[in-house]
């Protein structure tokens, strides 16, 4: 099934605001409902695609000589332009698809990959990626040097085979196309899990997960997308790069580091080799309460310092926990309860004998750093709804209000001016502006070193929603950059991050970067604008028309 | 105090061999004395310097005009050539130093570092950081494009400084001149540590660990170095690279992961921020039985995967476990024993109840996979002698016989025939050659997805011992690429590994690499011909004598 075009996810599942929510936002938030209604799709106004027919001959032979695996009709170029994030979908709700691929090709495997990169060098079209379509950062709508890019979205779908399970390794290689649940389904039935659930889990991709660095709900326990990598092979236009001859090596610098986080800049992941462990036995998420998300914070950091290592460990701050945002699917729900201080979800999985032993040892810890146990109930609600919170926001923009989450990560003893600081950007900015937000934090992934942090912000959209958000945006990543944190913890850098994390990865950084990139991209055809700013040369001299 | 300059460390530490051993040495593998005693210090040949009188002012001003910081004598040239690997010595033994550095610079800190970098760029010369010089890879003596580079050594002991502790986020900032007993002595002042300890513990240096991607004794419970480090920062040529704003981050690939292993071809490390944890209440090892390698691999791997995870895991095979080379300061009294089947040292760091629950579970599963407790001596006594092999390995060569280490890794399904292939290819090349070696081996790191190998061969030096064990590395070199292990697992590339590790890396791996190398150090000073084959413009077109 194909996500919704303009929205997030499954049509049929839209979730309606709860009427406490709705008297939130028109009482709290002067949030009005819209006067235009969403452009549906087929009035949107796509521009006819640039491809010629000696470029779709190209790539018509570079996919088997198969014709309906090179698409250019206007709803599968709508259904792959951006991403979802808010300006996304803000953009494709009034109709604007400016920047639709000139064609969508659906490689079969690792080889066409390569000979439709070929085809793209040969008639000057750029190329990106496109795994499940869920980027909240601008990484799937590639930029030129003005205005959008003439390029090809690679839709990895008919790469959704597991490849090989070696059961003694406990790896698996899969193919970049599977969704996480198409690949937990794989895994499940010879008794194995990836463990990997983020929020985006119904939708996204193995290749986008490593694309990325994508980070789950379950990183406490099975740690990130990147740690699970064990090796990758990535399709360029110069070859192949295979890397991962062992788990761990002293052979260099680490080639997967360099593919991971590369987001399509540097070539098209074309498998991955990832670390299984047994499907758990047991699976369990419980509640505890802080008086305060600080007092939080330091039962978090001293489970993730000290141990035992519960698998999920989040922690909502006052305002998300009142919302209620910690429970997508009871939203409104803690509101009329008017719950006080922060809630956190900790989660256990694995086996019966450990999860148990865990879980009264983290009991203690919790107990000795202030938490109240809140019971199995929100945990469970929160786990029920861990995959809901972007239908909500699609019925926040339905009813008129802005709504959006950034994320960052930094170490402990500079989490709380880093919270501070991002809060009071986007408070301060939006009430400036005429419409004082709800600004939600919560952790949701937690290391022996620090944590990261994620917002999520509720305003009236203003008159220029686009122009308002990028407004706060920009203040909260100049917070997020004079705090010591990372641009971002787990979203990715996309087009929307680009011009933060060329600062935080300095001269240097995005030299050698760059080295990299022209090193296995020399004309610049791979995702022009993303992660690095576009350095596409004019794509002329080496193009010809045979 | 400065290592025995052609041997292992202390010299008042020199270990005889036991009789037991002379005698194995001399019936099985035929060594014999040999008629010549090593060259002494005072009589080593050492060319005059090349370093003429500018580039001599140059490097005393990068270093604040401190005439002492730059050294040209004879010893200390001869101290700071090559590392200690076995043809290192055999070669340092027979008088040969013609790869001596031109000087040896002493830097106080990154900006000096930066400077000499500079004025090497001015004076065309190479530059090699130098920490403990223990390198085993040929890491510090770089290649000219024929012959041995005019070159400087950049020891780096005068940057020895803790620079900052952050208690909250449990995090340190070290120089890279910090040997490890100085860096855990300053860490035990504030009660942490940092749980590194390598073989080579008591002599290398945190720069080292960090460019090489050192792995300790202890890597089952701390994690290898490349795990700990969380932030570098690089001196090149071309300025400081700053990495690590949060200890996990989406914000493109790993830059940290491209600093750990380049091994100073890309640039100097001058600071290491790694993770500390808290001293262990607890240090506890004891001995476990295994009927064959095999069996006790397999308990290995049950622990990797399914915990509880010792701090301290390894095992010996069965010929290791005969000679006693798990504890090398009882070495042959396992022989006096004729101790069968396979020895596997276990140990336990950490608060006392929780090594008590892990030495309890972990004993249960041990049992379960056919292991007999040993007791606790033979642990104790590994941990007590955990440092001691390298000076046993003096004590071979001055008998007479060849005596060196390699080692590799791969995943689990791979771990037999790789064992296989390497000990096929060491006693097949050695035999064929004449002198049938002694090839023992053990495993000593363990991930979830496979383990290092880490191979011991003894025998007789045959005419010419430098031939003779290149014919020997060479051949298990090429057995570690057939059977798909990596080429080094610890001991690093340096020029020993670089020819296989450009195969292993494949040649589009070793194109991004150069790319980086050429973005961050564009006249190819540092350390030419380590990691990658050198590329070295001539030294003549930029430079210029004031």
């Not at 945990?379 to 950034?406: F, I, Q, V």
Request: aromatic share 6%; glycine share 10%; with cysteine.
């Amino acid at each position: 099934m194909d996500m919704l075009w303009n929205g997030w996810g499954d049509p049929a599942r839209a979730t309606p605001l709860p009427d406490t929510v709705t008297g939130v936002l028109r009482e709290l938030l002067g949030v009005k409902p819209r006067d235009t209604a969403p452009v549906p799709l087929e009035k949107i106004g796509v521009p006819a695609s640039p491809l010629d027919d000696a470029a779709r001959r190209a790539l018509e032979t570079a996919v088997g000589d198969r014709p309906e695996r090179v698409r250019t009709d206007a709803e599968t170029r709508v259904r792959h332009t951006r991403g979802k994030s808010t300006p996304d979908l803000l953009r494709m709700r009034t109709g604007d698809a400016a920047d639709a691929p000139a064609a969508v090709v659906l490689p079969d495997g690792h080889d066409e990959v390569l000979a439709v990169l070929d085809a793209c060098a040969r008639h000057g079209l750029a190329l990106a990626p496109f795994g499940g379509g869920t980027s909240v950062v601008g990484g799937l709508a590639p930029e030129g040097r003005s205005g959008p890019a003439r390029f090809v979205a690679l839709d990895l779908r008919h790469m959704n085979r597991l490849l090989d399970l070696d059961e003694v390794s406990r790896t698996a290689t899969l193919q970049p196309g599977l969704r996480a649940p198409e690949a937990e389904a794989l895994l499940a039935e010879r008794g194995y899990t990836l463990g990997h659930f983020p929020q985006s889990y119904e939708w996204a991709t193995i290749g986008g997960f490593a694309a990325t660095r994508s980070s789950g709900q379950a990183s406490a326990g099975y740690g990130r997308f990147d740690e699970m990598v064990l090796g990758l092979t990535l399709a360029t236009p110069e070859g192949a790069l295979d890397t991962g001859r062992a788990p761990r090596s002293a052979a260099g610098p680490d080639l997967r580091q360099l593919v991971l986080g590369s987001e399509g800049a540097f070539g098209v992941i074309t498998s991955v080799t990832v670390r299984v462990r047994p499907l758990p036995e047991v699976r369990r998420h419980e509640g505890w309460r802080f008086a305060s998300f600080d007092a939080g914070a330091a039962a978090l950091r001293r489970l993730a310092q000290d141990g035992p290592r519960p698998t999920v460990l989040r922690l909502s701050d006052e305002t998300e926990t009142l919302i209620g945002l910690a429970r997508p699917d009871a939203i409104g729900a803690s509101l009329e309860r008017q719950d006080a201080g922060c809630l956190a979800v900790v989660g256990f999985e694995g086996t019966g004998e450990d999860t148990t032993h865990r879980r009264e040892r983290a009991a203690a810890v919790l107990r000795e750093c202030g938490g109240t146990f809140a019971g199995d109930e929100p945990g469970e609600r929160w786990a029920h709804g861990r995959y809901s919170a972007p239908y909500l926001r699609d019925s926040l923009l339905d009813a008129g209000a802005l709504a959006e989450t950034l994320e960052t990560a930094t170490y402990w003893s500079k989490i709380p001016a880093l919270y501070a600081a991002v809060r009071d950007a986007l408070t301060g900015t939006l009430t400036e502006a005429g419409t004082p937000p709800l600004v939600m934090c919560h952790i949701s992934h937690v290391y022996e070193n620090g944590a990261s942090l994620y917002f999520t912000v509720v305003s009236a959209q203003g008159e220029d929603p686009l122009a308002h958000w990028s407004r706060a945006k920009h203040a909260a990543n100049e917070a997020i950059l004079t705090a010591g944190g990372t641009i971002t913890h787990h979203h990715g850098v996309g087009t929307d991050h680009r011009d933060w994390y060329v600062r935080e990865a300095g001269p240097l950084g995005v030299a050698a970067l760059r080295a990299v990139k022209r090193s296995l991209d020399p004309a610049g055809l791979l995702s022009p604008g993303v992660l690095l700013p576009g350095d596409r040369p004019a794509p002329t001299t080496h193009s010809h028309h045979p």
